[in-house]
């Protein structure tokens, strides 16, 4: 399996911002998969996360309301659209599948 996230950037606050997540591998369509986020000198935060079948959706009370997830299964692709950004949600944002992580993609905010 492999996991490659692309999307970010440099945004203004109350923009948005869609980042694509596309996962290789036989068991995408098996797989429930999540986004996670980090910045420097603190621990990963999860963000949101999709069930293999997309029936089961969790989100962060800190971007619920805000952020919305999905899947598009024939592209092997999970979506995470992002609206009314604040500085805060600046940082690098990760994709797992199952038990593999990506290599991030950076998400700024500026105020």
């Known amino acids: 399996v492999q996991v490659e996230e692309s999307g970010g950037g440099l945004v203004q606050a109350g923009g948005s911002l869609r980042l694509s997540c596309v996962v290789s591998g036989n068991t995408f369509r098996t797989t429930s998969i999540a986004w996670y986020r980090q910045v420097p000198g603190k621990e990963r935060e999860w963000v949101a996360a999709i069930g293999w079948d997309g029936s089961i959706i969790h989100y962060a009370d800190s971007v619920k309301d805000r952020f919305a997830i999905s899947r598009d299964d024939a592209k092997r692709t999970i979506f995470l659209q992002m609206n009314n950004l604040k500085p805060e949600d600046t940082a690098l944002y990760y994709c797992?599948?199952?038990?593999?992580w990506g290599q991030g993609i950076q998400v700024t905010v500026s105020s």
């Open positions: 797992k599948a199952d038990t593999t």
